[in-house]
């Protein structure tokens, strides 16, 4: 597929994923984009930013892609959840922009990390990006919600060398009310890449009064530790970075009152997950 060159003038990279980016697609006819989600030839990404230290292990780039069927009441990114708000860029360019970074990131034992939204609402784009990532040598990984983790195979999923799946609560009823999906696909993902063996780094959400709840964090804990091939758990305190995304979009923000978790929450939270034997920060 060709670029057009106002796709190609487009600025990829973001200074951060706080960013507000909306309507990059806007104009891309709705054939052309059947056609790219059925091929993965082009995807629509919120943005690239490089040098980040916590989507992975050492220093990576991160292609975030647009599109989300979660509403996760605490999403700092509600202008991925659409792909539209998402500039459509080609394998060639997202792989040329790879490229750039490459002998960096083997230098600085880190790698490529596809987020999101949820990458795998494309997922024939993430596969072939993940593949061109891996033919450069580059360490992969794929932050996802699990929940269509069934659209990559066995052996698509070699692509990935490490898969950081958001577990955001344990209580089914919880789970639905906080994002609007059912868990149970996430779970079964999680089943599946400990069965194959694929490291997991599960991430998980503290959000004071919505996911701190005792009970469900020994669920979680319990859980992951059964499975065999969770190397961490990072704990994420909730912050108030895309409230402004949620008012500037016309959305209904129900956590404007919510502070973030103190570091002593933090820290139980990580004694929680401890305690089951897992690695947590
Ligand atoms: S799964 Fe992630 S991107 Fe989707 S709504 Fe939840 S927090 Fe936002």
Redesign the pocket.
């Known amino acids: 597929m060709t670029e057009s060159p106002s796709l190609a003038e487009a600025p990829l990279e973001a200074r951060s994923p706080f960013e507000l980016r909306v309507d990059m697609g806007k104009g891309v006819p709705e054939a052309a984009v059947r056609a790219a989600l059925a091929t993965g030839d082009m995807g629509f990404l919120h943005s690239f930013t490089t040098g980040s230290a916590v989507d992975g292990p050492g220093v990576r780039v991160v292609a975030w892609t647009a599109s ?5 009441l ?5 202008d ?2 659409t792909m539209g708000n998402g500039m459509p860029v080609t394998v060639t360019k997202a792989t040329e922009e790879l490229r750039k970074y490459r002998h960096g990131l083997k230098t600085m034992g880190g790698g490529f990390t596809l987020s ?3 990458p795998l609402m494309q997922h024939r784009f993430a596969f072939k990006v993940l593949t061109a990532a891996k033919g450069m040598g580059i360490h992969t990984a794929v932050e996802t ?1 699990g929940y269509y983790g069934d659209r990559l195979s066995d052996a698509e999923l070699e692509t990935v060398d490490l898969v950081l799946l ?1 577990i ?1 609560t344990w209580d089914p009823e919880r789970h639905r009310r906080l ?1 609007g999906m059912d868990i149970g696909p996430t779970l079964e993902f999680a089943r599946r890449l400990a069965a194959l063996q694929k490291p997991v780094w599960v991430r998980f ?1 503290l959000v004071p009064g919505l996911t701190d709840d005792p009970a469900g964090l020994v669920g979680i804990a319990q859980f992951a530790a059964g499975l065999g091939n969770v190397q961490r758990v990072d704990v994420l305190p909730f912050h108030q970075l895309g409230s402004f995304k949620w008012k500037e979009l016309g959305l209904d923000y129900t956590l404007e009152k919510v502070e973030a978790p103190s570091a002593d929450a933090v820290e139980k939270a990580c004694v929680t997950f401890r305690a089951a034997g897992l690695e947590a920060y």
């Open positions: 989300c069927m979660w509403r996760c605490y999403c700092h990114n509600p991925t959840w999101g939204g949820e919600n958001g955001k994002t959400v």
